[in-house]
C-alpha cells in the first residue's frame, strides 16, 4: 500500500491531521500553455515582446490556470475530469487559433459580442478563411502542440484534488489577481498604459496587445455583460460661462441650435443624460463659412466604396481609373485624409460616414442604432430640406450586419442583394450591375440624393476567387506588379465603370451640372498581403498612420477645384457635407467636423493614437512627433478619449431622443427661412 504518488500531487498536512491534493503539474501545464500561446500570438500578430506585457500576461494566465484546474476537479470521477482537461486544452488552443485568423483576416480582434453574431461573416468569407488558415498552416500547427503534449502525457497531469485543494487553487486565484492588481495600480498612469486601459478606456487592440488574448476577451466580456463607464472629464457643469453662447449663435452664424446644454444638466434627473449633456455643454460649435451652402439644393449621390485606396488613382494607373481620376482632379482634394479601421471593419466605418458618431466596442454600433432618432444623417437632413425620398443600395445581400434595420431607421429606402437587385457572376458582385439596376430609380426624382455600398472592391484578391478581378484581368496584364496587386486593381475597375456609367447617366437626365458625387472608402484594403500593401503604397506603406492614408472625393461638374491639406478623417465627412449644402445641424452633437471651418483639426484611432496639424501621437508605442507641450498631448488625449465616451453613451442611451424637440424645432426654423 505505499504506492509512490506521481510528483504531480502535492501532499499536505491540513490542520486536522489529514491529507490534501493539489495537482499541482496540471496548473503548471495550463499556465505554461497559456503562456506559450500569448508569447506564439504576439510575435506572429505584434512582432514584439514587452517584458511589462509578459508579466501580466503571465499573472492572468496564472489566474486562469488555477481556475481550470479547479473546475477539472470538481467531478468525482477521474474519467470525466480527463474530459474536462481536454476539453479546456482544446478550447484554448482553438480559440487563439480563432483568434490569430480573424485578426490575419480582418485585422482586428475579435471581440465577446462577435463571437455570438459573426455567423454570417464567416459563412459569407468561408472560402478566403480557409484559404487564411492554409497560408497560416505553420503558425496553427505550433498553436496545436499543446494539444499533443497533453494527449502524450495525461497521466501524468491528471490528478484529483480534494476540498483543501480546491481551497488551495481558489486562494491561489485570488492571490494572484491581487498581484495583477498591484502591478497594474503601480504602473504609470499614461494615456496608453496598463492602469489607464485597466480602469479608464476601452481599447480592445491596445488590449490584446498588452494583457493578450485571454485578458482582452475576459476584460471585453466583463464590460460587454456588466457594462462599462471610461474616465472621462469635462468642463465643471456649475462654470455659468457654459452655454452663454447660445442666444448668440443666430446673429454669429454658429452652426447650432438654441439648446443650453448646462441649463438641461442642471435639470435632468437621469445620470446618464446628465453627463452627456455636462459634456456637450463644454463643446464649441463650428461657424459657417466661404464653403457654406455652395451646393444648396444640389443632387447628392454618396457612395462608399470597399476598400477603395488613394493610391488606384496615381499616375501609373491613370488609363485604369479616368473617371475617378477626373473626379480626383476637377473637385476638392483632400490630401491629408485618413480613413481609420475600426473594430467591425465595413458597418463601423459606414456608421462614422453616416452618423458622425465614432463606434461603441464590443458591439455592431449601426445595427443598434435601429431604433434611435438620427436626425443628423443625411437621409433625414434631406427629407427634412423637401428632397425626394433617399434612395440606398448595396450589391450584396440586403440583411448583411442587418443594414435592412439601420438604413431604413436613418431614412433610406433600402434595396440590396434579397430584396430587389439580382447578381448572377459569384463573388464579389458587380458595382456597375448594382448602377443599371437602380439610377432610374431616383434620377427623374430631382432634387434626390442616393446612397451606395459597394462591394466589387471586396477580398480575395486573386484571380480564381474574385469574378471582378477575372473580368478585368486582360486590363492589368502588363502591370509590372505581383498577381495579388493586379487583383487588387482589376476588381476596383469595376467601380470605375460603374461611376463611369453613372456620370452618363445623369448626363442623358439632364442632371450632371446639378448633382454633386462624393466618394470615400469604408477602411483601407486589409485583405492585402502586407507583402501586396507595400507593393501599391510604395516607400510611404512602412509609415505608422499611411496604412489609414486614404481619398475623399468631392465633384460637382465644373466646379472650382481646390485642395484641402488640413488633417481630416470620415468622422469629418457628414458635417462637412452638411455645411457644403447648407443643411441646418449642430455642429456640437457630431464628434466629427467641417473640414472646412477654422476649428483644430483631429484625426483620431480606434486605439487612441490621433494626429493634430501640430502632432501626431502613437499608442502603440506611445511616441509623441511634433514640438507640442506635455500639456498639449494630455488635453488631446482626453479630447480623444471623450469623442469615443460620449459616441458610446449617445449609442446606449438614445441621446438625441432626449433632445428631439429643439432639435426638429431648430431644423425646422432653419429650413423655413430658406424657403423661396
Sequence with gaps: MNKIKMLSTKEKTSQDGGK???????????????????????????????????????????????????????????????????????????????????????????????IFHGESAVAQFSSEIWECMVENFPQILLMLAPILLFYLTKQIFIQKADKFGRVTLVSSAVIVFLIFLGFINSGEKSPGGAYALFYDVNVPALNQQYFGVLGNISIDATRTIFGFEPHDSFVDKDDKSIGAMADIYETAQANAFNINFAALAAKETNADIAAIDGYFASVQPTYQNDHTGVFSGCNLIFITAESFSQYLLDDKYANLFPTLRRLQQQGYTFSDFYNPLWNVSTTDGEYLTCTGLLPHFGTW???????????????????????????????????????????????????????????????????????????????????????????????????????????????????????????????????EQAVSYLIGQLEAAGQLSNTVIVITADHYPYGLSDQAWQELAGNQGSDTFERYHSTLLVWRNGMKTETIDKPCSTLDILPTISNLFGLPYDSRLLMGQDIFSDSTPLVLFNDHSWI??????????????????????????????????????????????????????????????QSP
Excluded at 66 to 75: D, K, M, R
Aim: proline content about 4%; charged content about 15%.
Design 365 to 495: 454600433s449601426f445595427s443598434q442604432s435601429s431604433n434611435n432618432y438620427l436626425p443628423f444623417c443625411l437621409a433625414k437632413q434631406f427629407t427634412a430640406a423637401g428632397y425626394s425620398q433617399p434612395m440606398a443600395f448595396h450589391n450584396s445581400s440586403y440583411t448583411y450586419y442587418e443594414r435592412n434595420l439601420s438604413h431604413a431607421n436613418i431614412g433610406y429606402k433600402f434595396i440590396g442583394e434579397g430584396n430587389g437587385l439580382k447578381f448572377n457572376e459569384g463573388w464579389p458582385p458587380s458595382d456597375l450591375q448594382m448602377m443599371e439596376q437602380t439610377v432610374g430609380d431616383y434620377i427623374n426624382n430631382a432634387p434626390f440624393h442616393a446612397y451606395y455600398m459597394t462591394v466589387s472592391g471586396h477580398l480575395p484578391y486573386n484571380f480564381p476567387g474574385n469574378v471582378q478581378a477575372a473580368k478585368h484581368r486582360d486590363e492589368v496584364a502588363n502591370l509590372n506588379v505581383s498577381d495579388e496587386l493586379k487583383a487588387y486593381i482589376a476588381c476596383n475597375i469595376e467601380l
Design 20 to 114: 490534501f491534493a493539489l495537482p499541482l503539474y496540471l496548473v503548471i501545464y495550463f499556465l505554461a500553455t497559456i503562456v506559450y500561446l500569448e508569447i506564439i500570438f504576439k510575435v506572429f500578430v505584434y512582432g514584439q515582446l514587452e517584458i511589462t506585457s509578459l508579466i501580466a500576461i503571465a499573472l492572468i494566465a496564472a489566474i486562469i490556470a488555477n481556475l481550470i484546474v479547479l473546475i477539472v476537479s470538481l467531478p468525482p470521477n477521474k474519467n470525466v475530469s480527463h474530459l474536462l482537461a481536454m476539453f479546456f486544452v482544446v478550447f484554448i488552443c482553438c480559440f487563439f487559433i480563432a483568434q490569430f485568423i480573424y485578426i490575419q483576416f480582418f485585422r482586428t480582434p475579435m471581440l465577446f459580442y462577435s
Design 612 to 673: 493634430t496639424d501640430q502632432a501626431s501621437y502613437n499608442s502603440m508605442t506611445g511616441e509623441v512627433k511634433g514640438d507640442v507641450s506635455e500639456d498639449y498631448v494630455n488635453r488631446i488625449h482626453q479630447k480623444v478619449n471623450d469623442k469615443i465616451t460620449y459616441s458610446a453613451r449617445i449609442l446606449d442611451t438614445d441621446y438625441y431622443q432626449h433632445l428631439s424637440k429643439q432639435i426638429k424645432k431648430g431644423i425646422a426654423a432653419a429650413n423655413s427661412s
